[in-house]
T-cell receptor, first 112, second 114 residues
Framework: QKEVEQNSGPLSVPEGAIASLNCTYS??????FFWYRQYSGKSPELIMS????GDKEDGRFTAQLNKASQYVSLLIRDSQPSDSATYLC????????????FGAGTRLFVKA | EADIYQTPRYLVIGTGKKITLECSQT?????MYWYQQDPGMELHLIHY???????EKGDLSSESTVSRIRTEHFPLTLESARPSHTSQYLC?????????????FGSGTQLSVL
């Protein structure tokens, strides 16, 4: 079992719709959770972080965390073609200290 | 805005050559990392550093080596490149905010070994 699992996609949504990206993790003691966006041929950039159960909103992005289900999600409201990218879920396991574990990412395609 | 630089951006080299991938950051971050990423795959941690004169191997076995003589500089060296080393190499540094490490990545080096 991979430590961080994501559906590879591609996930295709029309412009203006809500895109929902999901991630599960295996280490129940994990403390910190992140979403990175990676455009094709570019490096990952951090867009959201979440540490407590519940929702965290930042502009059009909402991160959701459910530690009991070991589940993290990212919602993108009013999706734009510029949101088309690969979204990487990342976790800081308690045992690993500051070593971040990445999922393989979900490719999102927003159709104009 | 992250200030972390990698050179070269692309490198095509023959088998057996020694190569060094450069990484520098101007943010004064203590922790630095090297990740390896193949297309459509996870980033795998191959080396990290807590600070000057500190280096550790990551979770993915790698034949490369690193050094950390200065805070801002974290080069990666392959003594004898092989086709299996063909990959994207990403350097990152991190800062502790809100009790966790947030990663800032360089633009990466795409290495092709013929």
């Amino acid at each position: 079992q991979k430590e961080v699992e994501q559906n590879s996609g591609p996930l295709s949504v029309p412009e203006g719709a809500i895109a929902s990206l999901n991630c599960t993790y295996s280490d129940r003691g994990s403390q910190s959770f992140f979403w990175y966006r990676q455009y094709s041929g570019k490096s990952p950039e951090l867009i959201m972080s979440i540490y407590s159960n519940g929702d965290k909103e930042d502009g059009r992005f909402t991160a959701q965390l459910n530690k009991a289900s070991q589940y993290v999600s990212l919602l993108i409201r009013d999706s734009q073609p510029s949101d088309s990218a690969t979204y990487l879920c990342a976790v800081n396991p308690w045992t690993g200290g500051f070593k971040t574990i990445f999922g393989a990412g979900t490719r999102l395609f927003v159709k104009a | 805005e992250a200030d972390i630089y990698q050179t070269p951006r692309y490198l095509v080299i023959g088998t057996g050559k020694k190569i060094t991938l450069e990484c520098s950051q101007t943010m004064g971050h203590d922790k630095m990392y090297w990740y390896q990423q193949d297309p459509g795959m996870e980033l795998h941690l191959i080396h990290y550093s807590y600070g000057v004169n500190s280096t550790e191997k990551g979770d993915l076995s790698s034949e490369s080596t690193v050094s950390r003589i200065r805070t801002e500089h974290f080069p990666l060296t392959l003594e004898s490149a092989r086709p299996s080393h063909t990959s994207q190499y990403l350097c990152a540094s991190s800062v502790d905010r809100e009790g966790s490490e947030k990663l800032f990545f360089g633009s990466g080096t795409q290495l092709s070994v013929l």
